[in-house]
């Protein structure tokens, strides 16, 4: 796979209106570190997006969904960068978000602790949703990641940040020890990706050395 790196391809056109609903004080911000890194995955209509590198949390898969399934969230820690995008979007849209992520608390982002690749406005109010820093994590109770969920991220990454992010991606995301449903070929993620031979022996092989299994459907 070749290494893109950063910059090569625009995430989502900007709103035209973005510069002055920011001006009117009509937008917010929020920080992705999961599905939304991948365009192909986006089925709402943002004002933008933009990578992103933000300090003081570590992404993590845990355990949100039932039964026992495994979706990517981020803790607090110290030190820690993780890479992403920012969303930019309607401020009334914000409590369907709030409810969409109703099991993490939204957190303000200070602005020295968030790096924007050319940000279209300054200072609209910036969140991140984060999990507790006591709440283990995916390997800690065994749940299970979907691979349709996980294929789209690594997808992502890897666009947006070439082989090296997706590498990073891997490497830094805690909770990846445990189970990871084969549903490729019959995805229950709802927003699912194709992939290249080539995508798909690498993600496979990345998420094996990070100490990931294999599990098929039961019965």
Known sequence: MADRGEGSDPIHEDDPDLVRLAREGRVVAYFGYGSLVNRLTLRTRFLGIRRAT??????????RASPNM??????????????????????????????????????????????????????????????????????????????????????????????????????ETEGFETAILRDRAAPLYPRSVALSLTEAELFDDLVIRRGARFVDFAG
């Open 70 to 171: 495994a979706l990517l969230s981020v803790r607090p820690e110290e030190g820690a960068e993780t890479q992403g995008v920012v969303v930019y979007d309607h401020a009334d849209h914000l409590p369907s978000v709030d409810e969409r992520e109703a099991a993490y608390v939204r957190r303000v982002v200070p602005l020295p602790w968030i790096a924007i690749e050319h940000a279209p406005v300054a200072e609209v109010p910036l969140f991140i949703y984060e999990a507790s820093p006591e709440e283990p994590d995916a390997a800690e109770l065994g749940a299970t990641i979907m691979q349709s969920y996980l294929d789209a991220v690594l997808q992502g990454f890897a666009s947006l940040y070439g082989e090296l992010g997706l590498r990073r991606f891997v490497e």
């Open 54 to 63: 933000v300090s003081g949390w570590r992404r993590a898969w845990m355990r």
